[in-house]
């Protein structure tokens, strides 16, 4: 509703405009302006907040990547006849912005726009791994080890750092019934440069894919695939 003909409103005129219940509007653009997103103006109305401008550089980062790197996921998803998912670190949480499902494949409804603990996927370990200590202490507290987890999930700060740093040095990851159990995956980074922007994963089911097969068969053609969309994203960084 915020546009360049109309860029601030006040609260009564927007559950009129909207036709939403005036205490809901309320709730909303409260919520809004403690975040950020709105701010309030000294004769009432309320207009944009500067964190707005955060969703549109991310969205247009996030653009350039999927536009990118969605046509290798699909070629390694006919290759492989598995499940290839795209996603990025946003807080303490793997959020998923390409998916290509197999069928077969029997989870929890993860879609484009959905998101998981970082702790226990495959790409949301990678690409805590590759995080500063600092950052890395910032991102995930107590609270990121969410009840909802698979069988062999890490459930500690210290668990999960050990393992965060081998994953580090080998510069894959794997995840073990950790989601969910029946469910395992390896997750490969995406880079510009030297710096880790995203995480790709081919997801199988456990029944069919033990844990070595993972690493045989599966592992060369993510790492292919994943060194191939960052040489291009390098490049039109570079440009």
């Not at 609270?143 to 740093?165: I, Y």
């Amino acid at each position: 509703m915020f546009t360049e003909q109309r860029p601030t409103w006040r609260v009564s005129d927007l559950a009129t405009e909207s036709t939403l219940p005036l205490p809901t509007v309320y709730r909303v653009v409260m919520t809004l302006t403690s975040e950020g997103y709105l701010d309030r103006l000294p004769n009432g109305d309320y207009r944009p907040g500067v964190k707005v401008l955060t969703l549109g550089s991310a969205a247009l980062r996030s653009l350039d990547l999927v536009e990118i790197a969605t046509p290798r996921l699909q070629e390694l998803s006919e290759r492989t006849g598995e499940t290839v998912n795209l996603a990025v670190l946003q807080e303490d949480r793997a959020l998923y912005l390409v998916r290509l499902r197999n069928a077969d494949l029997v989870t929890a409804n993860i879609q484009v726009g959905s998101t998981l603990p970082a702790v226990y996927t495959s790409i949301g370990k990678l690409l805590l791994a590759y995080l500063p200590e600092t950052e890395l202490g910032e991102r995930v507290s107590p609270a990121s080890f969410s009840l909802n987890h698979g069988p062999n999930a890490q459930s500690t700060m210290k668990g999960l750092r050990a393992e965060l740093k081998q994953l580090r040095r080998q510069g894959w990851s794997l995840q073990n019934e950790e989601v969910a159990f029946g469910l395992r995956s390896v997750a490969a980074p995406v880079r510009i440069g030297e710096r880790v922007v995203a995480g790709a994963n081919v997801a199988v089911q456990a029944r069919d894919w033990p844990t070595e097969r993972i690493v045989e068969e599966l592992r060369p053609h993510l790492l292919e695939t994943c060194a191939a969309i960052s040489e291009l994203l390098t490049d039109g960084a570079a440009r």
